[in-house]
């Protein structure tokens, strides 16, 4: 069982807001202040249905899963917020994700 969660590229989502130039940055955290393309990965791949943000001591990058409700989906960020049994479910608007809230179900873990 793990606790799911659901998330965007939104600012509220994600932790970005924008600088007095309307850019995207980090809005706290080491980063704070530097760039932020919304939307990227901490792997680099462009964040979409499937997307998987985990606790890489608990999921490696590049672990598949199969998520009740949701399909599939491949471990390729790092949440802040996410230690442990815990993971977010990258879903293409902020009311999807909303939608999708928290959930503990049984996650299928199907290695890399």
């Known amino acids: ?4 969660t659901g ?5 509220s989502c ?6 007095e130039f309307g850019n995207p940055v980090y809005n706290y955290g080491k980063l704070k202040g530097r760039p932020k393309i919304v939307g990227l990965t901490s792997t680099g791949t462009v ?3 499937g997307t998987v943000a985990a ?4 999921l490696p990058m590049g ?3 199969i998520v009740p409700g949701y399909g599939f989906g491949r471990v390729e960020d790092i949440g802040g ?6 993971i977010d479910l990258w879903f293409p608007s902020h009311e999807e994700a909303k939608r999708w809230g928290r959930r503990t179900i049984p996650v299928v873990i199907r290695g890399k």
């Open 1 to 4: 069982m793990l606790l799911t």
């Open 7 to 11: 998330y965007c590229n939104c600012e």
């Open 14 to 19: 994600c932790g970005w807001t924008t600088n």
């Open 47 to 49: 964040a979409k249905r």
């Open 55 to 58: 606790d890489p001591k608990f």
């Open 63 to 65: 672990t598949r899963l």
């Open 81 to 86: 917020a996410i230690k442990g049994k815990h």
